[in-house]
């Protein structure tokens, strides 16, 4: 299998196991990258201390030992380790999946939620995941070890949801319950209350997490390319409606258009990293942009 492969939403559906599908996707942009994310040691030398029973022998200073006799460690400037809270939405919503795509929206956002947990794990920081639709369904507190992963897909692929969402009304509770602030990555539709939205987004940028929007839609919601006519079954308890496509597609691109303007003009004024994503979309440029996006907002390590 090819790099590029790796990293295409077709290929990734004949993947079996979420675990699985998030190491395809991030070997292959590792690969395609040409380096490694891994963080490591800071390389800025502040002082020494004495050894002490259990320390990693790896920063010994060996050259003071053999002028000294004495076992010292050189101790580097520390680095807040940085802690990501993944929340990925499961409302009914987003279990829709059009006749082009290869996954739904649910699906493609548990693959790019394990992808970036992948990512913080291999970096040696730390992740949680918290699953929601008009309420927090599951919690996993952060961790750095990478056996954590195994819990936090377990927990993506064993969430199941037939309710509606409420996106601002859990983004204000979890603004009280993430205690240790982070980057908070967002992994949702957006379909709902836009103004309580906006509200729960503002209400995470005030505990001073930093906030990224991963805005999922099918290809099918954003051009509204059906040629017949359709019933359109309605989720989240909004009604059937039989349409022709035709007559209602004009008015259909206004309204997306305009709710897009709205939601992405109202993340700018908070300071929140907007990301818009089809879920055609190849897994590896969605992580190049939001890794980029967060290189330049927090500067060189």
Known sequence: ????????????????????????????????????????????????????????????????FA???????????????????????ISESMSYQGDLSPLSKLEYGQCLAAAMAYVVLHQRDS??????????????????????LRKLTDCMQNAQSQQPSDLGGVFHELSKRLV?????????????DLDSLLSGLKHLRHQRHEV??????DPREVDFRFSRSTLFRGLEQHPTVLAEPRTVRKAYLALLAEFLERLQ??????????????????????????????KTQRGPR
């Open 1 to 64: 299998m090819q790099v590029s492969e790796h990293l295409d939403p077709e290929s990734i559906s004949r993947l079996q196991g979420l675990e699985l599908r998030a190491k395809a996707i991030v070997d292959g942009f590792l690969s395609g990258m040409h380096r490694s994310l891994q963080r490591g040691q800071s390389v800025e030398f502040t002082e020494h201390r004495e050894y002490a029973p259990g320390d990693d022998l790896r920063y010994v200073d060996w050259k003071v």
């Open 180 to 192: 240790h602030r982070g980057i908070v990555v967002v992994v949702s539709d957006c379909l709902g």
């Open 212 to 217: 990224i929007v991963l805005h999922l839609l």
């Open 127 to 148: 992740v949680s995941l918290t699953t929601f639709d008009n309420a927090v369904r599951d919690m996993v507190r952060e961790s750095g070890n990478p056996a954590h």
């Open 265 to 294: 003009a109202g993340c700018r004024s908070l300071q929140v990293d907007y990301q818009f994503v089809r879920t055609d979309e190849p897994f590896d440029q969605v992580l190049r942009r939001v890794l980029v996006s967060q």
């Open 67 to 89: 002028k000294t006799d004495k076992v010292y460690l050189k101790q580097f400037e520390s680095e807040t380790n940085l802690v990501c809270h993944l929340l990925l939405d």
